[in-house]
């Protein structure tokens, strides 16, 4: 058993193509403890984005705090402070901070499929 | 895909023996998406309690709110908002927010074994 603060996992830029002002700390990865699904913590700053893209991995959210277009709902959705959002398996998504004023934080849960963090 | 705020889910009073001043949300489960792991939000408000307990699920916690002593860690431990908390398979853990003077409130992931959630 452990606590710690988020502070103390690594800060990373995330890289995948076309997004922007993003990063990720993985909080509970499999090296911490994780044995079938990671929580990681992604801050998107005013400015940024996370652009459509897809993957097996489900995920499970819990806005932390801002607001940013939820990219790839069935019609223009925000996610905002408080917003818990489902993303099923292989269903396109992305999150999209540019006109936004302050940093999109969010915890996000997924399945260690062939991972190996 | 959605995106709802967390309070659309029914909050429902903790019945583990011995706890008191506790409620849940399960913001993410079995109805609503979850395949293999699901996300619950816990409120321990000030004077109560969860004690002691342990069972085969780890859990994985981000706190949103508060303090409150973190039972069963190796010594006395508090956890705090902003604070990852990992608790592994059969570890007894509790939670304790009887001196605290507000919510004690984290987001708690656990696998789904033979949940019916």
Redesign the interface.
Same mark, same amino acid.
């Given at each position: 058993?452990?606590?710690? !603060?988020?502070?103390e996992?690594p800060e990373e830029e995330v890289t995948l193509a076309g997004a922007s002002k993003t990063t990720v700390r993985w909080?509970?990865g499999r090296n911490?403890? &994780?044995?079938?699904?990671?929580?990681r913590?992604f801050k998107i700053a005013p400015g940024g984005k996370v652009p459509l893209h897809s993957h097996d991995e489900?995920h499970?959210i819990?806005v932390?705090q801002g607001r940013a277009k939820?990219l790839? &709902?069935?019609e223009e959705? !925000? &996610?905002q402070k408080?917003?818990?959002?489902?993303?099923?398996?292989n269903?396109e998504?992305g999150y999209d901070n540019t006109e936004g004023t302050e940093d999109f934080r969010f915890?996000c849960?997924i399945?260690l499929l062939n991972k190996d963090e």
């Open positions: 058993m452990y606590a710690i !603060n988020y502070t996992r909080l509970i911490t403890g &994780a044995k079938t699904y990671a929580m913590l489900e499970e819990f932390l939820l790839g &709902a069935p959705t !925000n &996610a408080d917003d818990v959002v489902f993303i099923p398996s269903v998504h915890i849960v399945p």
